[in-house]
Antibody
Framework: EVQLVESGGSLVQPGGSLKLSCVAS????????MDWVRQTPGKSLEWIGE????????NYAPSIKDRFTISRDNAKSTLYLQMSNVKSDDTAIYYC??????WGQGVMVTVSS | DVVLTQTPVSLLISLGGQASISCRSS???????????LHWYLQKPGQSPQLLIY???NRFSGIPDRFSGSGSGTDFTLKISRVEPEDLGVYYC?????????FGGGTKLELK
């Protein structure tokens, strides 16, 4: 059974940084592209970006480009999202996904002073 | 960016009835490789989205045949026949043909 468990969510001040993790199990992590998606309090879904199987290629949504960085450690079956210079609009539930197929349960990030 | 417009925003259906949701794209979703990367999800209350249909018309593992997808180019439809209580929630379409990937605004399915 595919499992994705996100962690690292918290309350962070505007301008601050945060790193989310997603531990995958139940499949061969290194064989699949991975994505981050977020869902705002208003329930809209927004794709953040993706990373290829060996971590050498990433694509990002223009809205977060240069503030967020996606990386992965295949030896640990773990996906990361480094968030910097966060804004109130970044308040959302953050999901990691295996391409379009499987989603984690999500982790809450709140940006507020 | 590709804009996906879902209609209706909400849908009231009786148990056992049929629901139809439209997803229209601002540009063709046919990839240069010939595939069309338009997917459908259901988000049940308190849960993360789950994949129902991938690449327009393929049911994902474990999805009952009451769910069907169709369409091409810019117009796509999800149909749910014989609606059951566990089908309630918000349905989203997602395109993965173009970067950035984009979602539709969602359609909330409720019981009449």
């Amino acid at each position: 059974e595919v499992q994705l468990v996100e962690s690292g969510g918290s309350l962070v001040q505007p301008g601050g940084s945060l790193k989310l993790s997603c531990v995958a199990s139940g499949y061969t992590f290194s064989n699949y592209w991975m994505d981050w998606v977020r869902q705002t309090p208003g329930k809209s879904l927004e794709w953040i970006g993706e990373i290829n199987t060996d971590g050498s290629k990433t694509n990002y949504a223009p809205s977060i480009k240069d503030r967020f960085t996606i990386s992965r450690d295949n030896a640990k079956s773990t996906l990361y999202l480094q968030m910097s210079n966060v804004k109130s609009d970044d308040t959302a539930i953050y999901y990691c996904t295996v391409g379009p197929d499987y989603w984690g349960q999500g982790v809450m990030v709140t940006v507020s002073s | 960016d590709v804009v996906l417009t879902q209609t209706p925003v909400s849908l009231l259906i009786s148990l056992g009835g049929q629901a139809s949701i439209s997803c229209r794209s601002s540009q063709s979703l046919v990839h240069s490789n010939g595939n069309t990367y338009l997917h459908w999800y259901l988000q049940k209350p308190g849960q993360s989205p789950q994949l129902l249909i991938y690449q327009v018309s393929n049911r994902f593992s474990g999805i009952p045949d009451r769910f069907s997808g169709s369409g091409s180019g810019t117009d796509f439809t999800l149909k749910i026949s014989r609606v059951e209580p566990e089908d309630l929630g918000v349905y989203y379409c997602l395109q993965r043909t173009h970067n950035p990937r984009t979602f539709g605004g969602g359609t909330k399915l409720e019981l009449k």
